[in-house]
Structure formats: structure tokens, C-alpha cells
């Protein structure tokens, strides 16, 4: 298996040059050409945007080489695998891989219940309105403390988090950054973790290319610039947690019947990256019927090749991570297909799969020092 993700250079690697600053440890290799600026520079302020699913290349087909963004981009890097809100704006918010923090994917099985979650709603897959009892009572066996929360807690400066799902929440983008400007004029040595569910909110229904999806992405960058203008003793960082890209959707149970049959649960992480708990005994079975049906869009990994091959990064392993890769996972990378069973979200435009399109992001960086 050849890992795409640069684990030398990613949204973890980011994260640690940022726990650096701070005088938080790290676990992994920060960014020596961050650590350079923050060191020379000594900001008041770091803040840091993520605008979810807004991927480098995807930035390259919508703004111009003179727009802010781009003439800002220093660097393309990757996310973490899976390409994934869930797996890489924890890896961002930790600095820890996904094997160490394990938010693997959207759905995830988890071995202490028997069940299939829906992590960021806490609830069984393909059952929104329900929250798991059980779920919530082992919940803390994934990472939940933050570079904010660490921050806070153990050294002597502030951090704050602004997100729809966070303490500090906006009602709009004019209010979010409005917020990040008020924030960076209060006193004292700060970090400033942002989220946006923009554009990829729009893209999955839409699609990365659509005129409302370009639209959303160039008012950011005409707001973060003005934003900018207005920001001192600050170091400002945009990134995404992943791309996107159109595609077309097999259905299993209804076209491979035989496939699901021979599964013991439903499919969990990902549509473009499907992890299998196959039944007793079929595996040599399922390998072959899968590949026949399902090869020229999928490439299949065993439990041991996705284990041996670092796919979810180096560290210390999550204790829910073994059972939760099942014992196949199959990855979408060069065609534009998804798997999808009852229970799961139909959408014109996914992300987790391993397109140049999915894994890239930007790495945006403006001094204002």
C-alpha cells in the first residue's frame, strides 16, 4: 500500500508546531518553516481558520493567482487519512494522528457496545434523532482534550474555540469574524482555533464546482483580507480539513446483495473509504466476490496491511482502533465512486477517498506581526 498522506507534513505536523509555541509537548514533527516564523515573529495572537472541505486543488479551479488566498498559500500539504472532517479537525485540534485520537471516520464501530456511531452526533448510524446511552458512557476512550483545553488548563496563556458547536458560536460569517477581531484586541498571549462548516456544507449537495460553491469561497477570501487589515501582533493560518469531488453512488444492498449478505454489520467510516466486518469464515469468499465486483473503483486492505502500512499515522494506538478498521477497507482512489447502504446520507459530492482532489489542502499564512 502506498500512504499518500505526508505524516512529516500535515494538519498534525501544524498542529504541533502551534502545541510548540505554547510550550505544550508534542508527539510528532512540527513544521521547522512555522516554528522558524513564530519563533522570530512571537505573535500575540495565533489564529487559526478552517473552512471545511476547502481543499488546495479546488482553490486553484475557483480564485485567481492574484486573490488572497492563493498569494498567501505558502505551502500545499495533506490531511490526515481518511480525508474527513471527523479525523482531520481532531488531528488539527490535537495534534495527535488518527490512530492515537481515534475519530476515524463519520461512522464508527465501536467494539465496547457493539455498535455503529455516528461520532459527532453521538448517535447510532442512520439514527440521528437518537442518542446513544451507550455510546456517551464510553465516549472518553477517544481523545477529548484540545490544544485549547491544554492551553487553558497548563500554561499562562488564553485560548478560545469558535465553531457553531463550541462555547463561543457565531450567526454568521461577518459575526465569526468579527468575533476573531475582538478577540485578537483583548490583552495577553492567545491562540485562536476557528471552524466553518463552509463551503463543504454546500458542496456535498452541490458539488465542489458549482457557481454558489465558487461564490462562497471567494467571499472568504475577500472577508479573511479584509480581516486582515484591520489584525496586529497576529499570525493568521487558513487551512481545510479536506477536499472534495463529485461522484456516483453504489448502492449495496440492491446491487450487490451477495456482498452485504456476507457482511456481520453495516459498513462504517466512510463512503469513499468502507470498512468490513465480514462474517466468520467468508473472508477468502468476500475478498474474491468484492474484487470481481467492486475492484476497478476500490482498492481492498486487509485489517494487517492497513495496520502495517501507518494509513492513520505513527503513535500509540487508540484502543478502539483495531475493531473499529474491521477486517477489510476498501478506498476509492482513482475513480469517483462511494458506497452507500440503507443507513447512510446520499450526497452528489463526498470526500475520504484518496483523489489528489480529496487529500490536498492549504496551508494560507499571513503575517501581521
Known sequence: MIVKNNYNECLTNLACSIRKYYGLNVKHSSLEYMDKLLKEKQPKNIVVILFDGMGSKILDRTLSKASFF?????????????????????????????????????????????????????????EEETISEKFLEVKNKLVQK????????????????????????????????????????????????????EPDHTMHDLGPDDVEVKQLIQTRNDKVEKLCSKLQDTILIVIADHGHKLV???????????????????????????????????????????????????????RQEVIDSHLFGDGVENELFKEAIGDFIAIAENSNKCILTKEDTNHRSQHAGYSDDEIYVPLIVVDKT
Open 70 to 126: 492563493i498569494k498567501n498559500r505558502i505551502k500545499e500539504i495533506t490531511t490526515v487519512f481518511p480525508a474527513t472532517t471527523t479525523a482531520a479537525t481532531t488531528s488539527i485540534r490535537t495534534g495527535l494522528n488518527p490512530v492515537e485520537h481515534g475519530w476515524l471516520g463519520w461512522n464508527m464501530y465501536i467494539a465496547p457496545i457493539q455498535e455503529t456511531i455516528t461520532l459527532f452526533k453521538n448517535s447510532p448510524k442512520g
Open 146 to 197: 484540545t490544544i485549547v483545553d491544554e492551553i487553558n488548563e497548563d500554561t499562562g496563556f488564553e485560548a478560545v474555540e469558535i465553531s457553531p458547536f463550541s462555547k463561543t458560536k457565531y450567526e454568521d460569517l461577518d459575526d465569526m469574524l468579527a468575533i476573531i477581531q475582538k478577540e485578537c484586541k483583548r490583552d495577553g498571549k492567545k491562540y485562536i482555533y476557528v471552524y466553518d462548516k
Open 248 to 302: 456516483e453512488t453504489i448502492y449495496l444492498e440492491k446491487q450487490y446483495p451477495a456482498i452485504m449478505n456476507m457482511l456481520e454489520r453495516t459498513t462504517s467510516l466512510e463512503p469513499r473509504t468502507v470498512s468490513f466486518k465480514v462474517k466468520n469464515g467468508q473472508e477468502e469468499k468476500f475478498k474474491r466476490e468484492f474484487n470481481k465486483n467492486l475492484g476497478a473503483d476500490f482498492s481492498l486492505y486487509d
